[in-house]
């Protein structure tokens, strides 16, 4: 099954929140033109910078990362991560890949794990 664009999405979480269903009004709250993001909604418009994806998910108070992931980017906050151990950090990313991690549980096990491995590092 075909993932919907970034700008589909963003129409679609526009829609179903009860308090933006007009472009305009949402255009208003998010402080960029009812025409820019008509062309972002419509695909005539490449998905936008990160900082206005920010913008657009604390508009609609959604989970920022979905709409990076929509749009195809990756957050600078991780590029950060991976630039300061680019070898272990691909290697952690192709494992988790490797084994298969789908699930939302299996991922936050792995996030609890990773919690405690740190907590018993710190002492």
């Known amino acids: 099954m075909r993932q919907k ?3 589909q999405r963003l129409r ?9 269903i007009s472009l305009r009004d949402f255009a208003r709250k998010v402080g960029l033109s009812a025409a820019y993001l008509s062309r972002i909604e419509n695909d005539k418009e490449s998905p ?3 900082g206005i994806i920010e913008k657009l998910a604390k508009g609609l108070a959604v989970d920022k990362y979905e709409l990076f992931s929509y749009a195809g980017k990756v957050p600078t906050e991780f590029l950060e991560t991976f630039k300061r151990n680019p070898k272990r950090v691909a290697l952690f990313l192709r494992r988790a890949n490797e084994v298969g991690l789908a699930t939302d549980n299996e991922w936050r096990q792995l996030e609890k794990e990773v919690l405690r491995i740190k907590r018993t590092t710190d002492k």
């Open 5 to 7: 664009t970034f700008g």
């Open 12 to 20: 679609e979480l526009r829609i179903n929140n009860k308090d933006y």
């Open 48 to 50: 936008p910078s990160e």
